[in-house]
């Protein structure tokens, strides 16, 4: 495993890793695993920003989950960088966003 720590500081502006004595009312909660293809995505209302997102992995669907963290999510700062986009109103309420699966 890489020393690096996430987010990077290149784009600390889109997203922080939230402390533990900081997680309270994570409002999106993500389980990856290498037979998912790592896609993944959610629709969320823009006003829910910054949104806390708990990161979770596991090998396999069958495989025990492991916590990669719990991060704040500045959903303005990842429309405004091309990591989401608005959704089109005839899917859903105006105002809401797609957030796609991420390399942070």
Do not use: F
Not at 1 to 17: G, I, K, N
Not at 31 to 43: C, F, L, P, Q, V
Not at 55 to 71: A, F, N, Q, T
């Amino acid at each position: 495993m890489s020393d690096e720590s996430y987010p990077l500081l290149s784009v600390s502006h889109l997203a922080r890793r939230v402390q533990n004595s900081e997680v309270s009312e994570i409002r999106s909660d993500w389980t990856g695993n290498d037979e998912s293809a790592r896609n993944h995505h959610e629709r969320v209302d823009l006003s829910e920003s910054p949104l806390r997102q708990r990161l979770s992995w596991k090998r396999s669907p069958k495989d025990p989950v492991h916590l990669i963290g719990v991060y704040e999510l500045d959903l303005r700062q990842l429309l405004t960088a091309g990591y989401t986009r608005i959704e089109p109103k005839t899917q859903m309420k105006s105002g809401c966003v797609s957030i796609t699966g991420m390399t942070i």
